[in-house]
């Protein structure tokens, strides 16, 4: 018996080893994310698919980034290739990447939905990463029509979706229906590599007190910006003496002027410098004490207060806990918006109470590791990217009622404050 049974032992072992080889080739998904005109200079879509795809890779997911560079060609004729690229290169996911300029450069993104309908084509599921969850509300009867057309657009890339990836909560989207099985709130990770050494500000080590501000808004909001800065500092001198301002990336050098000029006689320390590479910005924000950060109120949308959480900077900004979730879980001193004597009261008080920077510091890493890290987005990101195809896709091209408190969080069992109105949103990543 035992010389009958030999042959079919060797045997097993070969077919063993082949349902295993297929087993893990199946497991292996191969997505390509769809990017809309990327930005020469610094494009924070871009940087955020390189760095998904890099995460992605440890669960056997294969991620490439296209560009559908339709000002090269026109629509026509880049629809044509995507199409041709589509069908040569087999994919199991296209995940379009959605913000209305990177699709259209007047704003009337509807380029993105013929590339969604492309992808549908092609056999491959579908994701859209919503950026931006509403269009742009201006003045105006253009602005005005322009917001109804972007406002469409997200519905119509909503419906073809097999999933919909949202960068803040889906709980503070007002159209979204809070228990549709297709929506998943991700957060978006930092653009800049991570600094989580733990770090600690004591007197013993205390040298000048640096206020970093990453980023200006350009034309109308420079001049408010400034305004906003220069209070809050010449506030500060009055108890902190020796103060060291770095003010950099977009918008920095344009403001300049303003600033020297806003913050003349004040004895702070200025240093304006332009765009970085993304080594010097862990550097500076690694270095500094604060991120001062009035671009708008703060939201997990704006690359530069998650660079500064990713260092485990501090972070004084305006605000709401209940609608900067889960950026409210962290070490962020938010004061109500407009109330420029809170908001300088907040940092002087980061700047001068050590226990209180430390404390707001391990909240900072605590939060980054639970919500921001990239290895828990990538995580995140393959349990919808696995998740079987859903029997009856989920149409809503109509406001949906959601009662008052009630929200969807993915992934998380646990609750956190309730949505508040919806406010008018910016670029993303910037």
Known sequence: MGSERQPLARLAVPVFNLIALV?????????????????????????????????????????????????????????????????????????????????????????????????KRSGARVGVVFHESRGFLARGVWARFRFVCQQRVIRWLYSLADASIFTVPTASILWLRSDDPKAFFIPIGSNIPENTALRQRTSSIRGPSKVAV?????????????????????????????????????????????????????????????????????RILSDADVLLYV???????????LAALACGLPIVAYGDATKSFPLSEAGAVLAPPGDRSALAQALERVLTDEFFWNSLHLRNLSAYKKYFAWDEIARRFAVVLRTPRLPNPVF???????????????????????????????????
Not at 77 to 83: E, F, K, M, N, S
Not at 93 to 118: C, D, E, H, K, N
């Open 23 to 119: 087993k893990t080739k199946t497991e292996e998904l191969k997505i390509l994310a769809l990017t809309g005109l990327r930005d020469p200079i610094s494009d924070g879509v871009w940087d955020y698919c390189s760095r998904l795809a890099s995460a992605l890779r440890p669960h056997d997911i294969d991620m490439e980034t296209y560009a559908v560079n339709w000002n090269k060609r026109g629509w026509l004729a880049t629809l044509a290739t995507l199409r041709r690229s589509l069908a040569t290169a087999r994919k199991d996911w296209v995940l379009l990447q959605y913000t209305a300029m990177g699709w259209s450069r007047r704003g009337f993104p509807f380029g993105a939905v013929a590339a969604a309908i492309a992808a």
């Open 214 to 282: 990453f980023c200006v808004t350009n034309r109308d909001r420079t001049v408010w910006e400034v305004e906003e800065i220069a209070t809050a500092i010449r506030h500060v001198v009055k108890s902190v003496p020796h103060i060291q301002l770095t003010v950099f990336g977009r918008g920095a050098i344009e403001a300049r002027h303003l600033l020297e000029n806003a913050l003349a006689g004040s004895g702070t320390e200025i240093s304006i410098i332009g765009v970085l590479p993304e080594e010097e910005v862990n």
């Open 295 to 305: 671009r708008d109120v703060l939201n997990p949308r704006r690359g530069s207060p």
């Open 396 to 430: 809503i091209l109509s406001e949906a009622p959601r009662a008052e408190g009630t929200e969807r969080i993915s992934f998380h069992a646990e609750s956190h404050p309730a949505r508040g109105n919806h406010q008018t949103q910016e670029a993303p990543h910037a």
